[in-house]
């Protein structure tokens, strides 16, 4: 169980760097190309509000009373299911149409 919590959480985690890394590098080519801050900012700023939003979600329901009870490996299972689908999904689609 342990093996399948961390591999759920590098996925969700190496999903989430790709689509930093992206996020980055389209700003930087923006910046480059002549965009505004305040065009970079209404760009990057959704993103990160999406991902401290949802890890303040995974953290508030982490220490829920009823997940709370139980044991921390299957408390970062829980999670981690719950983590990994969006990201890994957004990030193959990002992949795919990236080349």
Same mark, same amino acid.
């Given at each position: 169980m342990?093996?399948?919590? %961390?591999? &759920? +959480?590098?996925?969700?985690l190496?999903?989430?760097?790709?689509?930093?890394?992206?996020?980055?590098?389209?700003? &930087? +080519?923006?910046? !480059?190309?002549?965009?505004? +801050?305040?065009?970079?900012r209404?760009?990057? &700023?959704?993103?990160?509000?999406?991902?401290?939003?949802? %890890?303040?979600?995974?953290? %508030?329901?982490?220490?829920?009373?009823?997940?709370?009870?139980?044991?921390?490996?299957?408390? &970062?299972?829980?999670?981690? !299911?719950?983590?990994?689908?969006?990201?890994?999904?957004?990030a193959? +689609?990002?992949?795919?149409?990236?080349?």
């Amino acid at each position: 169980m342990g093996l399948l919590a %961390a591999l &759920l +959480w590098i996925l969700t985690l190496a999903s989430l760097g790709w689509l930093t890394f992206l996020v980055g590098m389209v700003t &930087l +080519w923006g910046l !480059a190309d002549g965009m505004s +801050w305040a065009e970079v900012r209404g760009f990057v &700023l959704p993103y990160a509000l999406t991902v401290a939003g949802a %890890a303040a979600a995974l953290t %508030a329901l982490a220490f829920t009373p009823g997940v709370r009870r139980l044991t921390p490996l299957t408390r &970062l299972l829980l999670t981690g !299911a719950l983590a990994c689908p969006v990201p890994a999904g957004l990030a193959v +689609w990002t992949w795919v149409q990236v080349g």
